[in-house]
Structures are given as structure tokens and as C-alpha cells.
């Protein structure tokens, strides 16, 4: 898969790089990514691109990527097989924003800032 040549440039390859959402949980669930499917693509894509941000939501406030929580997250993701050896094709996604909670409506200003944007010039 990932040594197909461009339409446009035969001499440039495309890559493919799959995108990985984190889990949430502290153990896998049957739905999450995990070691065991990393190795079964790891022959088929140039790389992963793993999402270690959005820990918080509007009904559970807190920082956006938590270094401790990121740390766990890809221990998670290489278990202790042979997936470990693999941990060179994952980019890991580090978010350079931050979201600001109104916990008592349990909304997300930017959400509320987005809809007023709507509502009057729209």
C-alpha cells in the first residue's frame, strides 16, 4: 500500500499514515486499538498517528493532554509484545490548544462562542 507512486510524480511515493484514537479506558476494550492490531498494520502503513489529546470534556473538566495520561495511553497502545519494537512509526498528536469549561452549564465556551458567532452574523 504505501509504495504507490504519485499520479502526479512517479518518482515521489505517497505514505499512508492510519490514525489512532486513544483508549478510555484503563484496560483495552474489544473496540479499542491496541498492540495486537498495530503489529497486524504495521507491514501496511508508513505510520501511526496517534491522538493523545481531548482527556477533558464539558462533563469532565481538566487539562487537554496530561503528560502522566499520555505516558499510559502508549504503554497501552505498545503492551509488552513485540508491538514495543514498533513505537518508531507512531507520531504521537500533542495538541497546541486548550479548552475553557463553563462547569455549571457543562458547555464549552468555544462551543458557545461558535454558536454566537452563528447567531449574529450568520
Given at each position: 500500500m504505501h509504495s504507490v507512486s504519485?499520479?502526479?510524480?512517479?518518482?515521489q511515493y505517497l505514505?499512508?499514515?492510519y490514525v489512532i484514537g486513544?483508549?478510555?479506558?484503563?484496560?483495552l476494550?474489544?473496540?479499542d486499538f491496541g498492540p495486537e492490531d498495530l503489529q497486524s498494520l504495521s507491514d501496511d502503513v508508513d505510520g501511526f498517528s496517534f491522538m493523545t489529546y481531548d482527556f477533558s470534556s464539558p462533563h469532565n473538566p481538566g487539562p487537554n493532554a496530561p503528560l502522566k495520561w499520555i505516558r499510559f495511553t502508549l504503554q497501552i497502545l505498545l503492551g509488552n509484545s513485540g508491538a514495543r519494537?514498533?513505537?518508531?512509526k507512531i507520531f504521537l498528536g500533542i495538541n497546541f490548544y486548550g479548552n475553557d469549561f463553563v462547569i455549571s452549564e457543562g458547555t464549552s465556551l468555544y462551543f458557545s462562542f461558535i454558536y454566537l458567532l452563528h447567531v449574529f452574523f450568520l
Open positions: 504519485s499520479s502526479r510524480n512517479g518518482k505514505q499512508l499514515v486513544p483508549p478510555y479506558a484503563e484496560k476494550q474489544p473496540h519494537a514498533l513505537a518508531k
